[in-house]
Structure formats: C-alpha cells, structure tokens
C-alpha cells in the first residue's frame, strides 16, 4: 500500500493494485477568499500550491469524494477529470451534484460494503463537527453538513480507515472497534469556526484514536492548508517528539508513505 498526500485532504492511495485519489481539491494557491464562518477568514487560501502538476494527480483508477465541501471539491478538479473515470460519494444529494457536472459513472458508497476492483469500500459516518452545533450553521450557508470516512479492505492488504472530516466522536469509536484498522488516516488541522467550535480533529482527539487503537499507524492528513486551521503540521511534530508517539506519522505534502 502506497498512500501520497497531495495537500490538504487530497490524497492518493494505491490499494490492492488499484490507484484511488481522495478529495481533489485542485485550485492554486491564494485562489479562494477564507471562509467567512471560519476563523482567520482574512487568509486566502489554498495556503500553498499543489506539489505536482494536476495531470499527474489525475492519473488515477477512481475517486472518492467524502464530501463537496469547496475544499474537497473544486471546479478545477471537475474540468480536469475525465467525465468516464468512477467516482464514488456518500449521498444522492453528493451524487446528483457531481452528475450535473458532467460525470457519467457515480456511485453512493454502502455502509454494508461496495466492491470495486476486489477492493471493498464501506461508509463509515462522521460528526463534521457537533452536529447540533454544526448543521444549523451549515444549512444556514445552504452548505450540507454530513461527511463520510470509508474503510478499505481487501484479502493482501491491510484494512486501511479514512476518518474523513470528523472530530472525534461515537461514531468514529464504534468505526475502529468494528474494523480494527491497521492504518488510520485523520484530517487533523483543527479548522475552527467563528463560535470557536471545531470541525475536524485537534491533538485531543488524535490521543483518543491512539487510546482506542493503540497498534494502528495513524497519519496525519488536511494539514497547513486551509484559511480556518488551527493546528499545523509543527505543532503535531512537537507533540509527537515530547511524547515519542512513533506511530503517528506526519507527511510533508508530496510525500509518499509505503505501508
């Protein structure tokens, strides 16, 4: 298993012989205006520029959107992907969306397991934030508030977890007890909203993953990206050096990790 992040959520990963590329979010640097229910929305983002040229990151078997969020899912990402390649989301709502875009082959991931190239993907739900804090604000913004994780097995690889936008949360426990990942991939900037709640993972909750799964390799992904992180990727080296937690592994973007 090979698993390149790219920036931000957009990772690639080669499973079971098989290349998945994970929430293409492929504008260039400064593109886009901060969000203005963040933190820090003065700040244009993306923050950097992608670390390969797009086609390179286009080279893929399928994609999977975990949700279309505008920073999961952009307009360069939809003219640069051929309208035939396989695309798998979380809801009729998600698929619909990427239909009217031109796509021709999208398919809603099952929480009971969807199979594609003897590789099984099942939807894992998240909690994009607390969800009686979140999903008003998100409906108020005519924003969706639900996310997906998806788990990743097959019979000559390790079962591979990505959390997707989450805290930390019932949901996501109950996902590692089930599945007993071996690798976990965790969106982990901390991105903050304006009434100081949080949409994805801090260091709190990367030790609650640890605590529940103790022996899994954790990565950490979504990092130094977005206008609304908190949480940077040196922040999480310090972390993991004071407390030695060898098995949290913290890619630059470009950076491949063989498993």
């Not at 920036?7 to 969000?35: Q, V």
């Not at 930390?168 to 901390?190: G, H, M, S």
Request: hydrophobic letters at 40%; glycine letters at 4%.
């Amino acid at each position: 298993m090979k698993i390149t992040q790219i920036r931000n959520a957009t990772i690639i990963i080669n499973f079971n012989n098989t290349k998945f590329l994970i929430d293409p979010w492929l504008m260039p640097k400064d593109y886009m205006e901060g969000f203005d229910s963040g933190v820090n929305s003065n700040i244009r983002q993306p923050r950097v520029e992608l670390p390969f040229e797009i086609k390179k990151i286009i080279d893929v078997d399928a994609v999977i959107i975990t949700h279309i969020h505008p920073d999961h899912w952009d307009e360069f990402a939809q003219n640069a992907l051929d309208k035939n390649i396989k695309i798998f989301v979380q809801s009729e709502y998600d698929k619909q969306y990427i239909l009217s875009k031109g796509f021709l082959d999208v398919e809603i991931l099952s929480f009971e397991g969807t199979k594609y190239n003897n590789t099984t993907l099942y939807k894992t739900p998240t909690q994009h934030g607390k969800r009686e804090i979140i999903k008003p604000l998100c409906e108020s913004v005519n924003m969706p508030y639900d996310a997906m994780g998806v788990i990743f097995k097959a019979q000559n690889e390790k079962t591979l977890y990505i959390a997707g936008d989450t805290i930390w949360c019932e949901e996501v426990k109950t996902t590692l007890n089930k599945y007993n990942p071996d690798i976990i991939i965790l969106n982990a900037c901390a991105a903050t909203v304006l009434n100081g709640e949080r949409l994805i993972m801090n260091i709190d909750d990367i030790k609650e993953v640890i605590k529940c799964v103790p022996k899994a390799a954790i990565i950490a992904s979504h990092m130094d990206t977005v206008s609304h992180l908190t949480l940077t990727r040196e922040d999480l080296k310090k972390y993991k050096k004071e407390y030695n937690v060898e098995n949290l592994l913290i890619p630059d973007d470009g950076q491949t990790i063989i498993l």
